[in-house]
């Protein structure tokens, strides 16, 4: 992509992360971030395995669906990701997004079964793991529909975001101008324009959002940073 190209990027997608809300109150909270502006909400999986803590499951998924028609941005943060796929899609989750680092050569056999059982499919990465492994998920003929650029160590809310991973973004998205690349971690009103230039246009952000006394202030400041970034091509 030269400057200023800005032909098949992707809109802003703004993901609150539910793992910053009240869990006692998730339907309300839910509507809450909907009625705030945003996008898409972001559900963390966590189950003791890849990542040590335990978040939620299919269960929650399906009792929030009961509340919402909203796309919930599924992050399965396990090992075994193809147990998981028929639950997930049973529960009404919208998108699944897996961890490149647990899967080898049965990724197409996973994406396959994803796509068929209707969600939108995606592939993690995190922060020690390069770029270039998850090329062939994104060229072959059954592909993802998103690439997750973690810019912190997944398992635990709260961390601080490293820049360097926005090198893996820019390099995605000059490569590959049409996809959906997602960052997670450490996002807010100080970190968005550097994610934004970089060529992020899925933005998940918890306490950032969570922790201010104007949530749809913020959610419309990370919206407008992608906006004119990719209003000024990267």
Not at 49 to 55: E, I, M, Q, S
Not at 131 to 139: D, K, T
Not at 148 to 160: A, D, R
């Amino acid at each position: 992509m030269t400057m200023g190209d800005t032909t098949n990027v992707p809109s802003a997608r703004i993901a609150p992360s539910m793992l910053s809300s009240d869990f006692a109150n998730l339907a309300s909270e839910a509507k809450r971030m909907l009625e705030c502006g945003a996008d898409w909400l972001h559900m963390d999986i966590m189950v003791c395995h890849f990542v040590p803590n335990l978040t939620i499951g299919a269960p929650v998924i399906q009792s929030l669906r009961k509340h919402t028609d909203a796309f919930l941005d599924c992050h399965l943060m396990v090992t075994n990701p193809s147990d998981y796929v028929a639950p997930f899609a049973q529960a009404g989750a919208s998108g699944f997004t897996f961890h490149i680092e647990v899967v080898k050569d049965e990724w197409k056999d996973l994406l396959k079964s994803i796509k068929s059982a209707g969600m939108q499919a995606g592939v993690a990465l995190r922060p020690g793991t390069s770029v270039e492994q998850i090329f062939p998920l994104v060229e072959g003929e059954e592909h993802v529909d998103m690439v997750l650029v973690m810019t912190v160590e997944p398992g635990f809310g709260g961390q601080k975001f490293i820049p360097e991973m926005m090198t893996k973004v820019n390099i995605l998205r000059k490569k590959f101008p049409w996809l959906h690349i997602e960052v997670d971690g450490g996002l807010g009103p100080s970190t968005i324009e550097e994610a934004a230039k970089a060529g992020a246009n899925c933005i998940v952000a918890g306490s950032s959002v969570f922790g201010s006394q104007d949530p749809a202030g913020v959610i419309s400041l990370l919206r407008s940073k992608v906006q004119d970034a990719t209003m000024r091509g990267f």
